[in-house]
């Protein structure tokens, strides 16, 4: 199976290292010096990585063949893509890989159904499942502990808790004015 792990950024310097974008929860191994990676476009690679370093909080690679500024500005955009056994599962007990989560069906603890997932969005705070529901809507839920409670890979399907207002759009809203209807409460003491 074929996952993309990183997409090259700008030029670094004169010697044809390039800034990295990680798409990957494990840098350290699959972007590693002697990692051959395939490319898009194609007719970009395959490449093996040379060397890399952390500099100033951004990943920096150099590939073998890439010497100099302009054979590395010509990559940039290029995504880099690691050929990953299917059968392989992370290290972490509660962490899955994207291909793993995609096509779960989603459901509430009570059983009722959400929809699918679709895709899976990294963003700096969390990720985020993206569903699709039955009726063509999607649906973001938070990946979070509170929210989605189990993750079944036999059973094909992730078990969620939302809060109020998350899968739909009517949230209890809990106030305690009167709503306008006849409580039989006048405010007056007796």
């Known amino acids: 199976m074929q996952l993309v792990v990183?997409?090259?950024?700008?030029?670094?310097?004169?010697?044809?290292?390039?800034?990295?974008?990680v798409r990957t929860d494990e840098p350290e191994l699959r972007l590693a010096?002697?990692?051959?990676?395939?490319?898009?476009p194609a007719s970009a690679g395959p490449l093996t990585i040379e060397t890399g370093r952390v500099h100033s909080g951004r990943l920096l690679l150099r590939f073998e063949g890439v010497t100099d500024r302009n054979a590395a500005e010509a990559l940039r955009?290029?995504?880099?893509?690691?050929?990953?056994?299917?059968?392989?599962?992370?290290?972490?007990?509660?962490?899955?890989?994207?291909?793993?989560?995609?096509?779960?069906?989603?459901?509430?603890?009570d059983g009722m159904e959400?929809?699918?997932?679709?895709?899976?969005?990294?963003?700096?705070?969390?990720?985020?499942?993206?569903?699709?529901?039955?009726?063509?809507?999607?649906?973001?839920i938070p990946f979070v502990e509170e929210i989605v409670t189990e993750i079944d890979l036999e059973e094909q399907k992730a078990v969620i808790a939302p809060p109020p207002g998350l899968i739909d759009d009517r949230a209890e809203i809990a106030s305690s004015r009167d709503t306008g209807e006849d409580?039989?409460?006048t405010g007056e003491e007796s």
């Open 6 to 21: 990183a997409r090259i950024g700008r030029a670094h310097g004169i010697k044809g290292e390039v800034t990295v974008e």
């Open 33 to 40: 010096p002697g990692a051959v990676l395939g490319t898009d």
């Open 77 to 109: 955009n290029t995504l880099l893509i690691a050929e990953v056994d299917p059968e392989e599962l992370p290290e972490g007990e509660d962490e899955y890989y994207d291909h793993q989560l995609i096509d779960l069906d989603v459901v509430t603890e």
């Open 114 to 140: 959400v929809g699918r997932i679709t895709e899976i969005s990294h963003l700096p705070s969390q990720d985020l499942f993206i569903v699709e529901r039955p009726d063509g809507t999607e649906v973001m």
């Open 183 to 185: 409580s039989g409460d």
